[in-house]
């Protein structure tokens, strides 16, 4: 296992999950064109062919277009023992690496959010694909919480005092730098005070079109 830990203040190195392409180019093109095309004609010259307009979307049309974006699967939580607090999320967002921060969306009327306000810290353990049964747990409003919540995971405290998982595929402890209110959900940028790898080959469970997933096998894709 590996671990990173910073004290109070300062910043740990380690790698980056964010994407490459920026700002909606690819390639080092811009306009979405290539050799200082702009993308607003065909090959022939002719306009592209734009689809019609739809009517303005409602929650289930968005529901169902971010389902076409696969995300990982993680326990959020807040507090250790008697107060332990637990909710799966796959809103993730990794933000800086100087400082390092990353961003989760929460629920603003959720059960957690003013624990982590109150508390200014929270830990996300990322799961793997054999914990899918903790990822469906965790969802339910009756989901667990204080010391059986923590049997559940088989969790141990962090240096930030909140439960983390060693099972886990990878965890990250964070201070609270800042929360901004956002629709119905609320974002919270967290600093990384630690940081925990397993030592094994990534297996992590995945979130799509409303299911749970893997990434294929070795032998799927060798297969393909």
């Keep these: 296992m590996t671990t990173t830990t910073a004290p109070s203040g300062t910043t740990p190195a380690g790698p980056t999950a964010s994407g490459d392409p920026q700002d909606g180019t690819k390639g080092g093109t811009t306009d979405g064109g290539a050799g200082g095309t702009t993308g607003d004609t065909t090959a022939g010259g002719a306009a592209p062919v734009r689809p019609d307009p739809s009517p ?10 971010m389902g076409r974006f696969p995300t990982g699967v993680t326990l959020l939580t807040q507090g250790y023992g ?12 990794s933000v800086s690496l100087d400082p390092l921060l990353l961003l989760v969306s ?44 923590v049997r559940r995971m088989a969790a141990v405290p962090g240096v930030t005092g909140n ?5 886990a ?26 940081v925990v790898i397993r030592d ?11 299911g749970f997933t893997g990434l294929p096998t070795t032998e799927q894709r060798s297969a393909a």
């Design 200 to 210: 094994r080959s990534p297996d992590p469970l995945l979130f799509h079109r409303g």
């Design 106 to 149: 929460v629920k603003s009327a959720g059960r957690i959010r003013p624990r982590v306000g109150a508390a200014g810290s929270f830990a996300v353990n990322v799961l793997g694909r054999g914990q899918r049964d903790l990822a469906v747990e965790f969802c339910r409003p009756d989901r667990s919480e204080g010391q059986a919540a």
């Design 163 to 167: 439960a983390v998982m060693p099972s």
């Design 56 to 65: 303005a979307p409602d929650a289930a049309d968005f529901r169902a277009a």
């Design 169 to 194: 595929e990878a965890y990250v402890e964070c201070v609270l730098e800042h929360e901004h209110r956002a629709g119905d959900h609320t974002l919270l940028i967290g600093r990384a005070v630690a």
């Design 82 to 93: 008697d107060r332990t607090s637990v909710i799966t999320l796959n809103s993730l967002v």
